[in-house]
């Protein structure tokens, strides 16, 4: 053979040699790296999954502490609110209460008030018939008076007439028996 064919068919073993040196080291350092990689995919997904799960169990945390607060904020307004509410409806009641009590007060004030005047109308009413009563008395009083004065005036100027007329015919008597005796004497 030839120095030529040896060194090509060397060269042809050497390369494949090398080729399979190299695709075996190439496999190796694939698989090496691979499973390099793979180790380190998994470190960074398990590192990645505790960062991951920290981060939520953090945010869960503080979304459920927000809640909370949140919660305790309007609960405290809600409470007071309710608290003002309550005062009001109390307030409310109390007010009812007094003005019950005042319209209670001002039906029984109205209720005397009534009582008095319709005692005050019939104290009016008896008076009234009193006093009609009284002036009707006092009129029949005067009127008998009156009538017990005009007999008595009657009588008076009777008697004043008879004794005019006594005197008269006594005068006359006397002017008569002047005359007759002055005629006679």
């Known amino acids: ?29 694939i698989n090496k790296a691979f499973v390099a990689k793979r180790k380190c995919l998994e470190s960074f997904t398990s590192s990645s999954l505790k960062t991951s799960q920290q981060k939520v169990e953090e945010m869960w945390r503080s979304q459920q502490k927000e809640r909370a607060q949140m919660s305790e904020d309007y609960c405290t307004q809600f409470s007071s ?21 005042l319209f209670q007060h001002q039906q029984m004030m109205f209720k005397q008030m009534r ?33 017990t004065a005009v007999s008595e005036l009657r009588q008076e100027m009777g008697l004043l007439h008879k004794k005019i007329l006594m005197n008269t015919q006594h005068e006359e008597m006397q002017s008569v028996r002047k005359t007759l005796q002055s005629m006679l004497m």
């Open 1 to 29: 053979r030839s120095s030529t064919e040896i060194s090509q068919g060397e060269k042809s073993v050497k390369n494949l040699i090398s080729s399979v040196l190299i695709h075996h080291f190439l496999t190796v350092d």
């Open 81 to 101: 609110v309710f608290q003002q509410w309550e005062s009001d409806i109390q307030k409310a009641k109390d007010q009812d209460k007094k003005l019950m009590a």
């Open 115 to 147: 009582a008095s005047q319709g005692q005050r109308l019939k104290t009016l009413k008896q008076l009234l018939d009193h006093y009609i009563k009284s002036m009707q008395e006092l009129h029949n009083t005067h009127e008998e008076q009156s009538t």
